[in-house]
Nanobody, 111 residues
Framework: QVQLVESGGGLVQPGGSLRLSCTAS????????MGWYRQAPGKPRELVAH???????NYADSVKGRFTISRDNAENTAYLQMNSLKPEDTAVYYC?????WGQGTQVTVSS
């Protein structure tokens, strides 16, 4: 049974930082690409960042230079470091691997 468990969301002021984690079980993590998506109220889910199984990354234009995706294959965990957060980054963030999804973690950027 594949499980993805996200953590690290919360409330942060504009300009602040958060690091999201996504730990996978029941799947060969190191052999799979994985991604972070987000969904704000009333908007479709959108790709934030993607990392291939060999470490190549790509980002949505809206987060380039502010967010960094990484992975630790030994820990079956992927990370999303989010810096210089803006109110428009407010959303539920989801990790995904091999068509499986986590439960989501809320990120709220507000003063």
């Amino acid at each position: 049974q594949v499980q993805l468990v996200e953590s690290g969301g919360g409330l942060v002021q504009p300009g602040g930082s958060l690091r999201l984690s996504c730990t996978a079980s029941g799947i060969s993590f190191r052999l799979n690409d994985m991604g972070w998506y987000r969904q704000a109220p009333g908007k479709p889910r959108e790709l934030v960042a993607h990392i291939t199984h060999f470490g190549s990354t790509n980002y949505a234009d809206s987060v380039k230079g502010r967010f960094t995706i990484s992975r630790d294959n030994a820990e079956n965990t992927a990370y999303l470091q989010m810096n210089s957060l803006k109110p428009e980054d407010t959303a539920v963030y989801y990790c995904t691997i091999a068509d499986f999804w986590g439960q989501g973690t809320q990120v709220t950027v507000s003063s």
